[in-house]
């Protein structure tokens, strides 16, 4: 199995872009977790779907973060407009059952 | 609210020794803790669960215990190696949280040879 894909790696942009993060989990999980990951803040889920459907958003900053899963196997993370302080590592993670979830590599957002 | 706290942000033990990482909640009444290795540049990779009715569980080197009156969780590695050094973060989960995990910030873990 490839592991849970996430796409672009890198990502660049000058504040006020849209910035769109996609995600691919693991074949056959049925929950998907959008993270982000700062020095100051740690590891912080933003998001969670369960079978498409999302669940708990209450860690969705503001309302410049939007998130689908529009089937199984896909998922976008969007941020519009884009600011400085978005800057950081986002990771999606799935997981099947209750338990051990899977991380992705990880997106690297810089907005300048 | 719920919070998590890892002991130290960094942790530096000779080769060979026993590395012991601690993990202390508050606020929270989990079903299981997990514990999680990340190397730089990657997401991180599940190493152990384990539930709030077991006090201890082990995994080759590893070993972590689960105390819910102290509400604390040791994650023990016994004779480091330098390829152990990394982030170890837990992770709580269960205990109405949904199914979500509740992570802290992590221990940097580094074994010097």
């Known amino acids: 199995d490839a592991g849970v894909i996430q796409s672009p790696r890198h990502e660049v942009t000058e504040m006020g872009q849209e910035v769109t993060l996609r995600c691919k989990p693991i074949?056959?999980?049925?929950?998907l977790f959008w993270y982000r990951q700062t020095m100051m803040r740690g590891l912080e889920l933003l998001i969670y779907?369960?079978?498409?459907?999302?669940?708990?958003d209450s860690g969705m900053p503001e309302d410049r973060f939007s998130a689908k899963m529009p089937n199984a196997s896909f998922s976008t993370l969007k941020i519009q407009p884009s600011e400085p302080r978005d800057s950081a590592v986002y990771f999606c993670?799935?997981?099947?059952?209750?338990?051990?979830?899977?991380f992705g590599p990880g997106t690297r957002l810089l907005v300048l | 609210s719920q919070k998590i706290e890892q002991n130290s942000e960094a942790l530096n033990i000779q080769e060979g020794k026993t590395a012991t990482l601690t993990c202390n909640y508050t606020n929270y009444s989990p079903a299981y803790l997990q514990w999680y290795r990340q190397d730089p540049g990657r997401g991180p990779v599940f190493l152990l669960l384990i539930r709030e009715n077991e006090k201890e569980k082990r995994k080759e080197r590893l070993k972590v215990t689960f105390d819910t009156t102290l509400k604390q969780s040791l994650f023990h590695i016994t004779a480091s190696q330098p390829a152990d050094s990394a982030t170890y973060l837990c992770?709580?989960?269960?205990?109405?949280?949904?199914?979500?995990?509740?992570f802290g910030k992590g221990t940097k873990l580094s074994v010097k040879p």
């Open positions: 993670a799935s997981r099947t059952g209750e338990e051990t979830q899977y």
């Open positions: 779907f369960n079978n498409n459907v999302p669940i708990d």
């Open positions: 992770a709580l989960g269960g205990g109405g949280s949904q199914g979500n995990l509740i």
């Open positions: 074949s056959g999980h049925n929950s």
